[in-house]
Each structure stands twice: as C-alpha cells, then as structure tokens.
DNA sequence: CTGCTTGCAAAGGCTTTGCAGAACA
DNA sequence: TGTTCTGCAAAGCCTTTGCAAGCAG
C-alpha cells in the first residue's frame, strides 16, 4: 500500500492546524495516505492491525476533528454509519446499497447543465451526488 | 392543513399493497397528504398530537413498510436521524445543516450534463443531489 | 378461528461523554 | 509543571426485535 511519509502526514496535520500526536498520525496514515472511504470500525481495525493501540473513542475523536479541521470529509449515505473521506475537493460517489462499498465518480464525469438558486438567506457550504447502484 | 380523504389514503395504500389498518392509515395520511419531509419523530409527535395512540414501534415498523412498497422514500442526510419523503419520484434536496430543514429542489430546476459510467456489474438504484447550505 | 398487526420493553449498534491517568512541551 | 490527549467505561440516541395481547376478516 502506497503510504506518506511521516514527515508529509505531520505536514499535512500542522497544516490543518492539528497537533501531531502519535494517534492522529497512525490514523492519518491509513486514511490520507490514498484517497480512500472509511467507517469509523474500519479505520479502527486496520490501525490496530497488528495490535491494539488505539480506542475507540480515540479514533472518534480524531475523526470529529479532523471533519472540523477540514482535513476529512464526512460522507452520509448510510444510517447506520458514517463514512470519512480523504478527499476533500469536490467530487461525487457511486454508493453499492448491497454491499455497502463507496467509490469515487471520476473526476469530471459528472456535471450539472441547470442547477437551481438557493433558498432565500442561505449560503452553499456542499454538493453531493449519491448514486445508488446494485449489483446487476 | 391541505389533507386526503380516508378514502384516497385507503386507496393509496391499497394501491401500494398495503393492508389498510387504523394506525396506518394516520400515519399516511399525516407523511402523504402533501409533499412532505419527517423524521420518524416528527412523525410520532404529529400523528399523537392530541392523545398518544399510536406506539413509536409501530411508527418505525409501518414506515419500513412504506418504504419497502414503495409508498415513501428515504432520505439519508443527517446520520443522527432518517427522513421519510411523501415525494417518490426522482427529485432533489437542499439540506440546511443548521436548521436541519430538508426541501425539496423545485422540479426541472437541476439537470446533469455530464453523467458517468456506472460500474462494472452494477445498475443504478437512484440518483440523489443534496445540496447543503447554511444560513449566511 | 386464524393470521396479521400492534405495542411495550428490552436489546442493539454507532457515537459521544466524563473522568482519571498518560504524554508531551 | 501544566496543558492537552488518550482510553476505558458508561451513557445516549435512533432503530430494531421478541413476544404477548388485540384486531380483522
């Protein structure tokens, strides 16, 4: 698996203005070394792959906060739990109902010929295109 | 409040395939009497907004049915929560993610230029836009 | 009578929180 | 040394489930 430095995924977290703790660069690791959608249950298995060194409740916290932080994107497409995406930019997804794997829509496959103004007194803050396939 | 006939809900569930009972029947006929966007809460407190007779079990139960049939849609933008839309046919949302409020895309408003490929071996289920915004 | 539906309460799964100990500057 | 971070366990929230009682045909 291609991985960043440690050196470039402290970068990346000072850049963010997120302090470098061992947790949050082990977790960076795995998630913002690829572009990659994870659930919280599976980033916190494949951190601890070997053996068990961060909790539960690490890996939800540092989650949240690299959301605030803009380092993640939180995807919402399922009820039962959500997904962090290290792509930030936009872009959209193919979502499997059966599977539940989450994919990229490649970039600039998709785009908008009319798109409608928004409610009055509101300001965009996302677009998300969800398409929701299953297998044939 | 614009509402249906007893007779146009027991049709419109008959229709769907659904068994028209009592607690049904209330619950469609607050969810489907007009376009609308609720929570399974929401729902609960306006179907029980004089005297409590219908149970949050059957709540959650009947509008599994409802989508199952085919009568509603779910709407999944929010992880804490689902949304049930009276509005089946293909169509779009803004999101504000401070009031929660969810409405709908007027129609024709938004159209694609571009569309991808799906993937290998998969059909499409669904398109969904959510466009999140906020307060400015 | 027979099968489906309801509703209560309990369980379940994901996420958050409180708080004491650990890590770091 | 003081602040921030971690991690365990417990709590919280939405949703589902088990099962007995109720209703409809």
């Not at 249950?41 to 959301?67: D, G, M, P, W």
């Not at 499997?96 to 994919?103: A, D, P, V, Y």
Request: with cysteine; aromatic share 6%.
């Amino acid at each position: 698996m291609e991985t960043k430095t440690h050196n470039e995924i402290c970068e990346l977290l000072s850049r963010h203005d997120i302090g470098p703790t061992q947790q949050r660069i082990k977790i960076a690791q795995v998630l913002c070394s690829q572009p990659r959608h994870m659930s919280a249950e599976q980033l916190l298995e494949e951190v601890n792959h070997e053996r068990a060194c961060v909790s539960k409740a690490t890996i939800y916290n540092t989650l949240n906060l690299f959301v605030d932080k803009g380092l993640v994107r939180e995807i919402i497409v399922d009820p039962s739990k959500i997904f962090y995406d290290s792509t930030v930019h936009a872009h959209h997804h193919f979502f499997n109902e059966q599977t539940g794997q989450l994919t990229d829509v490649p970039e600039g496959a998709l785009s908008f010929k009319d798109f409608p103004p928004l409610p009055e007194g509101t300001q965009m803050s996302g677009v998300e295109v969800i398409i929701r396939v299953r297998s044939a």
